[in-house]
């Protein structure tokens, strides 16, 4: 613990301007005052309750809704009944508009409130078992678990119960209600499949075997951008789970890092004094010993979205409901409960793709019938069957683009352009860094961010690749900075006319970056996004693509004399040299012929490009992509 504290001290020379403001009020004091609020009015909520001290209750002033707040839902683990889901819906339909949120947590958010209906609204919620306690700032947020447990054939250890142990030793508790240095995520899942993207949070209970034994890997650390890694801890039943819990959460309370906001998740503690020291000292502060870690078992992927429905042991099935963005409503939600009382067992479960399961159906293709389905569909396409997107500039004053309907017009665009009957492709909408619609964990990841078009400000965004949920969670690597948004739509359609002309029958777009695209450094990548937008643009129709099979060997020299030779030859069907060795050409004084004249037609923005790529004296060519970059810019 010796190493924690001098970590601890370290970065305790000031606190942030957050930790100042707690001391001016225990937070219950505000939750207590909203009755009062409720009858004096928005103006009669003094700042510091708007800023902070309401938030730990889950209720929002939203300044992109002046006067208006939004209350994020208690929902542990995704879970509700149809009378829960009912009232929330009508709460929704009577006071917020008849919108509500789905959120990457499984739980759900009602917005455009005013301060007078909140105790109606909060009552209302309580009635059935809901509140929205401590799911904001500074304080333990909704517990994630398979939304299937102890449902699904893939589910080994039934962990909800669990789960709601665990909620129990912080939830309602004045010493848990604001005292910790940053928010604190969890997740347990006791399932060979990944439903509730376990590895992503400050605290993970992964499903493990030892000895012959199952029991949870303990993982920390996870935030936006790094997925969590191993304590090299196995917890054989949940009273060791319940005792690791609570001495990790000691530890981050009480050494966790109060100065940059920035820099004061549980990640940090644990990068600054490491892994192994985290471990020793959760050991010593729980009294227990607790074993080195056994096999991680949550290792496989889920279909459910692809299928639209999944078999439970019952026999019944799990129907999938797809929620495009999250963006639901009252109404919606309302109909959702009528179905699960008409064809279900009255469960419903919320899951971290923003959608919804109706638990215990019996008669699928009689409920699929129903209206409902019109809208939202139990399959729809690949591009919407697995799409996220946070909240964005409608709703959050941390957002730098629109993002919902960004995410929904790129997914319709691309059904248009380049339909797929079959296929995954997993497109993760942040609307900035903070990363709430967790970007980095899709196969194609988009992060808001502003760019400059024009010498004019505009929305874009920073598109990444590769980021996966089986194994431990991978996040992706940044393949194109700052696309604008007017022209995203072309880049990514680039990716998923490659998808589409190479996959295997049954790959998935991660499979398929996997096989195909981490052959290529993410510069050729980007420069093909975009070179592919600007031949559709200029309708210069030709075969040229990315090959399934390269040797280049991810040197970005050679990538770009490849690219260059390849496509010399599909504009001209003649090579530009006639022989090669190691990406360059063997005969030294064997003169380039100028592709305008075997293709007179050609482009001069791509001859160009070729010259500089192809170039007879090799000392002037370009041997990087940004060099042939701002040859292939597109107007829209």
Not at 34 to 48: K, M, N, V
Not at 57 to 70: K, L, Q, S, V
């Amino acid at each position: 613990m010796q190493a924690l504290q001098k970590a601890y001290k370290s970065r305790s020379k000031k606190v942030n301007k957050i930790e100042i403001m707690k001391e001016l009020k225990n937070p219950i004091e505000a939750f207590e005052k909203i009755q009062e609020y409720a009858r004096d009015g928005y103006d009669s909520i003094p700042d510091e309750d708007k800023k902070y001290f309401l938030k730990c209750f889950g209720i929002y002033d939203r300044p992109a809704t002046p006067e208006r707040f939004m209350i994020k839902l208690r929902i542990p683990g995704g879970y509700l009944n149809s009378a829960q889901a009912r009232v929330i819906g009508e709460c929704a339909l009577k006071h917020g508009q008849d919108y509500i949120d789905l959120t990457t947590r499984a739980q759900c958010e009602l917005r455009y409130l005013d301060i007078k209906d909140i105790p109606t609204i909060l009552q209302r919620l309580k009635d059935v078992g809901i509140d929205s306690f401590q799911t904001g700032v500074d304080n333990f947020r909704n517990i994630m678990t398979d939304p299937l447990d102890a449902l699904a054939f893939d589910n080994v250890l039934p962990s909800y119960d669990l789960l709601l142990r665990l909620q129990k030793t912080f939830l309602y508790s004045p010493e848990w209600i604001s005292t910790l240095p940053r928010k604190f995520n969890t997740a347990i899942t006791g399932s060979l499949s990944n439903r509730c993207n376990v590895f992503g949070h400050d605290c993970c209970f992964v499903l493990a075997q030892k000895d012959g034994c199952y029991g949870y890997n303990l993982y920390l650390g996870g935030k936006v951008g790094k997925t969590a890694k191993s304590a090299d801890i196995f917890l054989a039943n949940d009273e060791e789970v319940l005792k690791a819990f609570e001495s990790i959460t000691d530890i981050f309370k009480r050494f966790g890092f109060r100065d940059n906001r920035n820099k004061n998740r549980f990640h940090f503690l644990i990068e600054a004094v490491g892994m192994s020291e985290i471990s020793s000292a959760i050991r010593e502060n729980a009294g227990i010993d607790f074993t080195t870690a056994g096999e991680t078992m949550t290792k496989m992927d889920f279909n459910d979205s692809d299928q639209g429905k999944v078999q439970l042991r019952d026999s019944s099935f799990g129907v999938h409901v797809v929620v495009p963005s999250g963006i639901f409503s009252g109404s919606g939600i309302i109909e959702v409960a009528n179905l699960s009382e008409t064809y279900g067992n009255k469960e419903i479960r919320f899951d971290m793709q923003q959608s919804l399961y109706i638990l215990g159906v019996k008669d699928v293709s009689s409920m699929l019938k129903e209206e409902f389905f019109h809208t939202y569909k139990s399959v729809n396409t690949p591009y919407f069957n697995n799409l996220i997107a946070c909240a964005g500039t409608e709703h959050c004053p941390f957002g730098v683009i629109e993002n919902k309907n960004d995410a929904i017009n790129m997914a319709t665009y691309l059904d248009e352009k380049v339909p797929l009957e079959k296929g995954r492709v997993r497109m993760y909408w942040s609307a900035c860094v903070k990363g709430c619609g967790i970007h980095g964990l899709g196969d194609i990841g988009f992060e808001g961010c502003k760019v400059k078009v024009n010498g004019e400000a505009e929305g874009g965004v920073n598109i990444s690749l590769g980021g996966k949920l089986i194994g431990e969670g991978v996040e992706g690597h940044t393949v194109f900075k700052s696309a604008p948004l007017r022209y995203a739509n072309f880049y990514v359609e680039t990716l998923m006319l490659e998808y589409k002309k190479h996959r295997a029958s049954t790959e998935n777009f991660e499979e398929f970056n996997e096989r195909v695209l981490q052959q290529y450094t993410v510069a050729n990548i980007g420069f093909m996004m975009k070179l592919g937008a600007y031949l559709r643009e200029k309708n210069i129709d030709i075969e040229f693509g990315f090959s399934t099979k390269t040797t280049t060997g991810k040197n970005e020299e050679f990538e770009v004399f490849e690219l260059g030779r390849r496509l010399y030859y599909a504009l001209s069907k003649k090579e530009p040299y006639s022989a090669y060795d190691k990406f360059t050409n063997v005969l030294k004084n064997e003169k380039l012929e100028d592709i305008r004249k075997l293709v007179p037609s050609v482009d001069e923005s791509i001859a160009q490009m070729l010259e500089l790529i192809l170039d007879t004296k090799e000392q002037n060519r370009a041997v990087v992509f940004s060099e042939i970059t701002p040859l292939i810019s597109i107007v829209s």
